[in-house]
């Protein structure tokens, strides 16, 4: 593997599973930044803030502060800037956007709706959703991921679940959607770090959602096998990742 000036690692399948850490992981990521290259780590999980993940990594072991992490709530946030807006999500999300200057209000017109994933979804919330997006505030959604894993093989309806609840009603599409694949949140550590695609290598465990990414921002990938994509996945796709490993430790 050739050297990078920025790795952009995705965090859940990469560096930890639930509360366990990769074996081997943060070992290899601060090796990694000792020798001098930037670190950066992006979720599209909007649920949690930039400093809870932080703090996870960090007691992992893992080298990491708050602004070395990319999540899609944090992504919406430097997005919209002070503005207003109705949000369908979690705390994290709300709390992103309230740092930025963003006033999040319930009961006045907002420019924008945003929506993530939402364990307390309520038809009352879609209703308000879809009827200020009718009558004119622009949509945001943070990521379209149809569900969200949890400890085991269990998994929860994600963002996109709730976005597709949000869109059917308001006969209406995201404007933007801030999370992978798309290149959002890419472009914003590109634009912070001011490294350059060709010296940016981004390591992830979904071929979908992170290989699917780096392919369309321009930049190397390294699918690892420790997550949410399998061999057979990748016999059955038609995206390719740069470097296939069998976990991050292999790096
Ligand atoms: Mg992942």
Redesign the pocket.
């Known amino acids: 593997m050739k050297d990078y000036k920025l790795y952009v690692f995705?965090?859940?399948?990469?560096l930890f599973r639930g509360d366990e850490p990769t074996p081997g992981g943060p070992e290899i990521v601060s090796e990694i930044a000792d020798g001098g290259a930037i670190i950066r780590y992006l979720?599209n999980n909007s649920t949690r803030t930039r400093r809870d993940y932080a703090e996870k990594l960090f007691d992992m072991g893992y080298p990491a502060e708050p602004a070395m992490v990319y999540t899609s709530a944090a992504g919406a946030a430097i997005f919209l800037g002070p503005t207003s807006a109705f949000v369908v999500g979690e705390d994290g999300l709300r709390r992103e956007l309230t740092d930025i200057g963003c006033r999040v209000v319930d009961d006045r017109p907002s420019d924008w709706v945003v929506v993530g994933a939402c364990w307390g979804l309520t038809y009352a919330m879609i209703d308000e959703a879809q009827w200020r997006i009718r009558q004119g505030s622009r949509f945001l959604a943070t990521n379209l991921d149809s569900t969200y894993?949890i400890e085991g093989d269990r998994v929860r309806p994600g963002a996109g679940a709730v976005v597709a609840a949000v869109q059917t009603a308001a006969e209406q599409t995201p404007e933007i959607v801030i999370g992978k694949p798309g290149t959002t949140l890419l472009r914003m550590i590109w634009s912070e770090t001011e490294v350059s695609p060709d010296q940016t290598l981004l390591i992830?465990?979904?071929i979908d959602?992170?290989i699917a990414c780096a392919v369309a921002a321009g930049c190397d990938s390294a699918l690892v096998l420790s997550?949410?994509s399998t061999q057979a996945d990748l016999r059955d796709s038609q995206i390719r990742p740069t470097y296939i490993y069998g976990s991050v430790a292999d790096l």
């Open positions: 995705d965090m859940d399948g990469v979720t894993p992830g465990d979904r959602t992170d997550g949410a």
